[in-house]
């Protein structure tokens, strides 16, 4: 069955970086895209990152962009998403993702906190 295990999260101070990890198991790693969504308190799931199954094209939404890095080992079935500049607004519970076969799998998430 799918697994996918983030792991990475912690309280950072504003500016600091960190980077989540998430292992994933059960299917062929190398044959799909893989995302990174977060869920802040109070507020729906957002989409942050995206890498194709080859890792040659990423996408970010604005709020990541130029501060998020999403990449892939496929050799390692793992995706990481290296975040810098961290904000305060960053803070949320991270979710790594794949759709396969028309369904959305999800790991339990892992709790970034960036506060002063």
């Known amino acids: 069955q799918v697994q996918l295990v983030e792991s990475g999260g912690g309280l950072v101070q504003p500016g600091e970086s960190l980077r989540l990890s998430c292992a994933a198991s059960g299917f062929t790693f190398s044959s799909y895209s893989m995302n990174w969504y977060r869920q802040a308190p109070g507020k729906e799931r957002e989409l942050v990152a995206t890498?194709?199954?080859?890792?040659?094209?990423?996408n970010y939404a604005d709020s990541a962009k130029g501060r998020f890095t999403i990449s892939r080992d496929n050799a390692k079935n793992t995706v990481y998403l290296q975040m810098n500049s961290l904000k305060p607004e960053d803070t949320a519970v991270y979710y790594c993702?794949?759709?396969?076969?028309?369904?959305?799998?999800w790991g339990k998430g892992t709790l970034v906190t960036v506060s002063s």
């Open positions: 890498v194709t199954s080859t890792g040659g094209s990423t």
């Open positions: 993702n794949v759709r396969r076969n028309y369904i959305n799998y």
